[in-house]
């Protein structure tokens, strides 16, 4: 009885070490796969929406939105000096907002002076 005891306890000591062997794999393998997702992740220069938004500034200056929409064209303006402090600080995601928000108040610009221009 003592011997069959003893056995029914060692496979009780060794399935807990498997688990135990287990549970570390999966944890092993759960930091290996965040770091990939991490890794993956990486932030890229705003490159596009940077042009994007000097380009759309500049359309809006070409219809005089300096005259007919001076306050959205100077928002347009200053959210552009922001984002290019951002991106010189390699803060990419500020950088990102700012010039899309810039963009969407030169669009503003523009359309409010061509408006504008047509009233008159």
């Known amino acids: 009885m003592l011997v069959s005891l003893e056995l029914i306890g060692n496979i009780q000591v ?3 070490m498997v688990i135990h062997s287990a549970n570390r794999f999966r944890l092993i393998f759960l930091g290996i796969g965040l770091l990939v997702l991490a890794c993956g992740c990486t932030v890229n220069p705003p490159v596009q929406e940077m ?5 759309t500034i500049q359309a809006a200056k070409d219809v005089q ?3 007919y ?7 347009a303006q200053d959210l552009m000096t922001k984002a290019t402090g951002a991106l010189e600080k390699g ?4 950088a990102r907002d700012f010039a899309v ?6 669009i503003k610009a523009r359309m ?4 504008q221009q047509q009233r008159n």
């Open 14 to 16: 060794r399935f807990d």
């Open 51 to 55: 042009s994007n938004a000097r380009q």
């Open 65 to 67: 939105a300096d005259t």
């Open 69 to 75: 929409s001076p306050s959205h064209l100077t928002q």
């Open 91 to 94: 803060d990419y995601i500020s």
């Open 101 to 106: 928000d810039a963009q969407k108040l030169a």
């Open 112 to 115: 409010e002076a061509l408006t």
